[in-house]
């Protein structure tokens, strides 16, 4: 099956699926018969296109080179000129826009606008950004289904710990009763790194932004709303829960002091930033704040920059999921993932091995 | 959709296959349009049939009544008579055989046979039963394949326990190195019991089988040849392994001794019955054994009955799954959550939420 991608965003995310198609494209053939072909690259002033596929040495070059604007075959244009940048409607591919883009978590754009409208033409939607499904899951669900396309957000929800995939597929047929986890890196490095060698906040903050964690403007990560989108997309997708962003009660990590955790490690405890969406009678509640857990819980054992999550169902009781790689490579094999799993739905799974 | 089922095997799992989904019946319909009808239950001296689905209130007071051929309906007749049980082909349903008995590991008999043929008439196939998959993995593949049904097989890789989801979906497009997990209860439930309570093997046996965990012949468990069975299963279908039982190197824990156990308790570890796969050079190399597990590793605290896998993989890194309730209610959860998933294949998943 050959797949015709339409790649929104060449940061490090972006770049790094591009070396990682490249280098799993004989996999990808022999064991799920798909047949990648990036058609374009587009960034916020323009990109780079070729109908039958951009050359894969020129698209490594090009992951590998500075920005994209400085590299040859670049032409300007807006990027939410579509007719220009996705692949032909009638091209017989599978058409795919896989989105590494930034957009702003309250308003969802300028991704959420861009992703309605790929999906109205036809598109499969791969989105490693969240903001688009947490500024309106239910209407981004309801474009993709009348639009009869796919919409795939493994990179939105945690990237490398399987969050999504559980509930849909490992839990399928079990109520949710509630999901909890460590679902931000930065601030979990950040508060172990608080925790093990008694450092302030801002110490620690210095020390992931020097490693590469935090990013430039750390604040969406240390406040709690990268978190609390996280477990808002969860919530509604997992639990039916129908939230908005606004209805999620967030504390970030910004006020947690050593004295803090000095407290509570006396106590046994250990200072995590929890995201939490419990089934109440008839609704759902989300809140993200800092949480005291018991040392002998799972969660409190996620250290550094590693992610855990925990699902609670009437079936299957308590599962804990911890690890999954951190940073671009496990963003990027997650969008590789959603690609995989959106080729076998489209093809009809066989539901066998592979 | 319209889901015809015959139920093979009504000891305990079965019996709870049936109550659980006489309990979803209208979350099953209401969130995934699956209208599942039981037609016929099989035992080994016969069953009972009803072509338009056995009605549920008889249902359920058969699941909680004595032995099957003791009821009214029962007819005596070789199980293997698919004619007499299976729903008919052109009944124009989805048809299911739901596999809940017991066959030897080595031959995969009396089930094996049966769910070839069952397959060759086009019925897709849920086996909690693991042996038709221990004994000839890629033989049952083929079957399915050729025949163009599905086969799932959640119950019989640890149940509650997601492990073929997570490889097939979660981790697609990954490459597996290694699979290690605690996938048997009743043997870790001994261990545990041995080292937290300083019991003899004897003793935590019997606890065990006093507690229902064990069964009257638990020598499948305590040999270590259940997990052999998991461990290969899984190393097959996630690996292409392409391995034999015999080609497993199998040690049970029934010559671990309390002495044994404070040995590796002085060096921090304890004692776990792991089963593991590794990818070699060229090749797979399958073992189980009792493994001294440091107390900070994850699958050191898996406990009692609890389950644990690492999967080890080249793009996500170190996956830790640990939970999903044991027992009956489990295996028969992971059975529905098969035949969900069976049922969004074969209707043409649309890969969106729900």
Redesign the interface.
């Known amino acids: 099956m050959q797949i015709a991608i339409s790649l929104y965003g060449f940061g490090n995310v972006g770049r790094e699926f591009v070396r990682?198609l490249n280098r799993?494209m004989s996999?990808?053939k022999s064991r799920?018969g798909i047949e990648p072909r990036v058609i374009s690259v587009v960034t916020r002033r323009g990109g780079i296109r070729a109908e039958s596929g951009i050359d894969w040495p020129v698209l490594v070059s090009l992951a590998n080179a500075g920005t994209l604007c400085e590299q040859e075959g670049f032409v300007g244009g807006a990027p939410d000129d579509l007719d220009r940048w996705l692949p032909p409607e009638d091209s017989g591919q599978v058409r795919v826009l896989v989105d590494a883009t930034w957009s702003d978590l309250s308003t969802g754009e300028p991704g959420l606008s861009r992703l309605r409208e790929a999906a109205r033409r036809g598109c499969h939607l791969v989105t490693l950004n969240k903001a688009p499904l947490v500024a309106d899951f239910d209407g981004m669900?309801q474009v993709?289904?009348e639009a009869g396309v796919?919409?795939?957000f493994s990179g939105a929800t945690a990237a490398?710990?399987?969050t999504i995939?559980?509930v849909?597929?490992?839990?399928?047929?079990?109520?949710v009763r509630s999901i909890e986890g460590v679902l931000n890196s930065t601030t979990n490095y950040i508060l172990t790194a608080m925790s093990d060698n008694a450092l302030s906040f801002e110490e620690a903050l210095r020390r992931s932004r020097a490693l590469g964690l935090a990013e430039s403007d750390p604040e969406r990560d240390v406040s709690g709303m990268d978190t609390a989108g996280k477990i808002l997309v969860l919530a509604?997708?997992?639990m039916?829960a129908r939230k908005r962003l606004s209805d999620v009660k967030v504390t970030g990590i910004s006020e947690v002091t050593s004295r803090q955790i000095a407290y509570w490690a006396v106590q046994g405890r250990t200072l995590r930033l929890i995201g939490r969406a419990v089934r109440t009678a008839d609704d759902v509640s989300i809140e993200v704040k800092p949480t005291p857990v018991p040392y002998?819980d799972?969660l409190a054992?996620v250290t550094g920059d590693g992610k855990g999550v925990?699902f609670t169902t009437d079936?299957?009781?308590?599962?804990?999921?911890?690890?999954?790689?951190g940073g671009p490579?496990?963003a990027a094999?997650s969008a590789?993932?959603d690609?995989?799993?959106?080729a076998?739905?489209v093809d009809?799974?066989?539901?066998?091995?592979?």
Not at 168 to 175: H, Q
Not at 315 to 325: D, H, N, P, R, S
Not at 339 to 342: E, P, S, W
Not at 348 to 354: A, E, F, K, S
């Open positions: 990682l799993k996999y990808l799920h669900v993709a289904r796919r919409l795939k490398g710990l399987p995939d559980t849909r597929v490992s839990l399928a047929g079990a109520e509604n997708a997992a039916g002998r799972f054992q925990r079936i299957f009781g308590e599962l804990t999921i911890v690890g999954g790689a490579s496990a094999g590789l993932k690609l995989v799993n959106l076998r739905a009809g799974d066989q539901g066998l091995i592979p």
